[in-house]
């Protein structure tokens, strides 16, 4: 069994910052690409940021400069500092990891999601 627990969303003001946490935990070997996602109501789910086992990053256009995604490969968690946060990031957050697990199958999973709302 893994599972995904993200925490840290809220609501904020325009201009203002949050962060976000996921810790995985369970049966898992090594987790590969941990990455964010948003949803928001009417619109389709969306890469937000990924981040690999090495390092490398990905961010979708719209939060390129303004967010950041880092992990800590020890604890199995990814995090993402949300900066100067605009009405229109307003969605359900969602962590996703891909992963090996003990039994040496690889899958993705998937977080409850979290609400971050934006404020104008």
């Known amino acids: 069994q893994v599972q995904l627990v993200e925490s840290g969303g809220g609501l904020v003001q325009a201009g203002g910052s949050l962060r976000l946490s996921c810790a995985a935990s369970?049966?898992?070997?090594?987790?590969?690409?941990m990455g964010w996602y948003r949803q928001a109501p009417g619109k389709q789910r969306e890469l937000v940021a990924l981040?690999?086992?090495?390092?490398?990053?990905n961010y979708a256009d719209s939060v390129q400069g303004r967010f950041t995604i880092s992990r800590d490969n020890a604890k199995n968690t990814v995090n993402l500092q949300m900066n100067s946060l605009k009405p229109e990031d307003t969605a359900v957050y969602v962590c996703?990891?891909?992963?090996?697990?003990?039994?040496?199958?690889?899958?993705?999973?998937w977080g409850q999601g979290t609400q971050v709302t934006v404020s104008s």
């Open positions: 369970g049966s898992i070997f090594s987790i590969n690409a």
């Open positions: 981040i690999t086992s090495g390092g490398n990053t």
């Open positions: 996703n990891a891909d992963l090996v697990r003990s039994s040496g199958y690889k899958y993705s999973y």
